[in-house]
């Protein structure tokens, strides 16, 4: 899971990651001392994104989920209890409600 943010309003501090780019213009962030899987940057639109795992954030609480992107792809056991907006692989909704 991640929480996303325009590319240009993120600064990032302390130690410096370490970045692998999959494919242009698209950047993998992860921790140079233990390989942790840290940010995603870029997009193929015109708008580009910064996005950072859940997980590596103190104040997580602080940013529960608006909807839920690539739904459709998720391990099929797995489904959180709210009624955002799941989205399909092309970011069309399909569900507001847990795929019970």
Known sequence: ???????DEVHW?????AQYESSPGIFWGFCKKCGSSLTYEGGLTEVKIFE???GTI???DNF???KHWFHNERIKWFDTTD???RL?????PYRFDPAV
Do not use: L, N, T
């Open 1 to 7: 899971m991640y929480v996303g943010f325009p590319i």
């Open 13 to 17: 501090s302390g130690d410096e990651r």
């Open 58 to 60: 103190d104040q997580a």
């Open 64 to 66: 529960p989920p608006k």
């Open 88 to 92: 399909d692989g092309e970011g069309k």
């Open 83 to 85: 009624h955002e907006v």
């Open 52 to 54: 950072i795992h859940i």
